[in-house]
């Protein structure tokens, strides 16, 4: 209980961008939960996953990759290749290969976290708007922004429809769409996707 208030509490650290401080408490909850239920508990895993995520907003790839290779490992040994807890330690990892410019493995990453969620939740879930647009920020980033903005238009359609359309995710989405539409020199589109 204490490491999950822990886990809690960065949480809100890294909502506010203090990550250092985040890294602590998620450190000090993971050493809890793997001192409680061993290295290789799908709770270590998740408690990986969390300080993955930190260090990645760190800018500290090499060390999250590791962290977040270990937690999918014990995740699909525990619950199979298809599990929530799988695709979200995929999509970290996705987030790693994207930062480090491996387009390919972030692709694949985040195209198996969608068919994860689309397996365990159906076409309707705000996960699958969250891989969807994933997808399409390696699309961006190849700039194949046709593809990418195909991707955005799904993703916030699902937002829309699961969330609200004045949800954060509905807007992340639709600012991304402006950037796609800007790559394809469509500004007045895209300055209408980005004012909303």
Do not use: C
């Not at 647009?133 to 903005?149: D, K, L, T």
């Amino acid at each position: 209980l204490v490491a999950d208030t822990l886990i809690n509490l960065g949480a809100i650290a890294s909502e506010r961008g203090n990550y250092a401080e985040a890294e602590k408490s998620d450190r000090q909850a993971l050493e809890i939960n793997q001192a409680w239920y061993g290295k290789d508990h799908p709770e270590t895993a998740s408690d990986l996953t969390i300080l993955g995520r930190t260090l990645v907003y760190e800018h500290r790839y090499a060390e999250a990759e590791a962290l977040l290779e270990r937690a999918l490992e014990i995740q699909e040994r525990v619950y199979g290749n298809v599990h929530p807890r799988v695709a979200s330690a995929l999509n970290e990892l996705g987030k790693v290969a994207e930062k480090e410019g491996k387009l390919d493995q972030a692709q694949s990453d985040f195209a198996r976290m969608a068919e994860i969620y689309r397996k365990v939740y159906g076409d309707k879930h705000y996960l699958l708007g969250i891989a969807l647009s994933n997808r399409g920020n390696v699309y961006m980033g190849r700039e194949e922004y046709a593809r990418a903005e195909r991707l955005y238009r799904q993703a916030i359609a699902l937002f829309t429809e699961t969330l609200s359309p004045n949800h954060l995710n509905t807007g992340i989405a639709r600012i991304k769409l402006g950037s796609a539409l800007v790559g394809e020199r469509r500004f007045a589109e895209a300055e209408t996707e980005s004012l909303a």
